[in-house]
C-alpha cells in the first residue's frame, strides 16, 4: 500500500517569512495530492491538491509542487501569518486517502 | 447544510466497556471514513465505505466494527474498550471519485482507563 513520509515534524517561521513542508510517497499509482490545514480543536480542512498530471499549481500565498519521478512533493507558503499557525498534512491518493504524519507551523510575530 | 457532525464531542470509558461513535452527513456523499489521531502518528484510517451496505478495512481496524445502513450515516463501535484507544476520532466524507476532497467532521475526544 501507499506510504506517505512528511518532514520536518515541526517548523517555525518568523511572520513575513516563507514555509516550506516536503513530502515523499511510495505508490507510482497515487495520482491526487492534497494538503489539508488542521488548526487547533478541528477537523482538517483541504486547502490545496495537486493532480500527477501537473507540476505547479498557486493558490494566492500557498504553491505545491509535485516530482513524479522521484516521488516528492511540497507545500510552499509565502508571506507567513500568524493565522497561518496550524498542523499541515500531506496525503496521496489512488484510494484510499494515506495522510503523512503532519507538520506544526508556528508563526512567530 | 451541516457538513459532517459527530457525537459525542468527549467521553471517558472504563477498559472494557463499549460505545457507538455517530457520524452523519447531509451532503449526499457517497464515500465516508473513520480516522483516529494520535500525538506524532499524523491520521490513521480505521474503516472506511464507499455507499451504503459497503465498507473496508484501513490501517488499523482491529476493536472497531462499523456498518453503512444508510448514505447518510455511518457509526463505529467499540466493541471492548482498551487503553490504546485512547485518542481523537474524525470521520470524514467526499463524493465518490473524488477521496483527495474529504470534509471532516470536528471530531470525538475520547479517554479509557
Redesign the interface.
Given at each position: 500500500g501507499e506510504n506517505v513520509e512528511q518532514h520536518p515534524s515541526t517548523l517555525s517561521v518568523q511572520e513575513g517569512d516563507s514555509a516550506v513542508i516536503k513530502c515523499t510517497y511510495s505508490d507510482s499509482a497515487s495520482n491526487y495530492f492534497p494538503w489539508y490545514k488542521q488548526e487547533l480543536g478541528k477537523g482538517p480542512q483541504l486547502i490545496i491538491d495537486i493532480r500527477s498530471n501537473v507540476g505547479e499549481k498557486k493558490d494566492q500565498r500557498i504553491a505545491v509542487t509535485l516530482n513524479k519521478t522521484a516521488k516528492h512533493f511540497s507545500l510552499h507558503i509565502t508571506e507567513t501569518q500568524p493565522e497561518d499557525s496550524a498542523v499541515y498534512f500531506c496525503a496521496a491518493t489512488n484510494t484510499p486517502l494515506v495522510f503523512g504524519k503532519g507538520t506544526r507551523l508556528s508563526v512567530i510575530a | 447544510n451541516a457538513g459532517?457532525t459527530q457525537t459525542p464531542k468527549f467521553q471517558v470509558l472504563k477498559t472494557g466497556q463499549s460505545m457507538t461513535l455517530q457520524c452523519a452527513q447531509d451532503m449526499n456523499h457517497e464515500y465516508m471514513?473513520w480516522?483516529r489521531q494520535d500525538p506524532?502518528?499524523?491520521?490513521?484510517?480505521i474503516h472506511?465505505s464507499v455507499g451504503a451496505g459497503i465498507t473496508d478495512q484501513?490501517e488499523v481496524p482491529n476493536g472497531y466494527n462499523v456498518s453503512r445502513s444508510t448514505t447518510e450515516d455511518f457509526p463505529l463501535r467499540l466493541l471492548s474498550a482498551a487503553p490504546s484507544q485512547t485518542s481523537v476520532y474524525?470521520c470524514?466524507s467526499s463524493k465518490q471519485g473524488a477521496?483527495?476532497?474529504?470534509y471532516?467532521?470536528?471530531?470525538t475526544r475520547l479517554t479509557v482507563t
Open positions: - | 459532517v471514513s480516522y506524532g502518528m499524523g491520521l490513521r484510517l472506511y484501513g474524525f470524514a477521496y483527495y476532497e474529504q471532516f467532521g470536528p471530531g
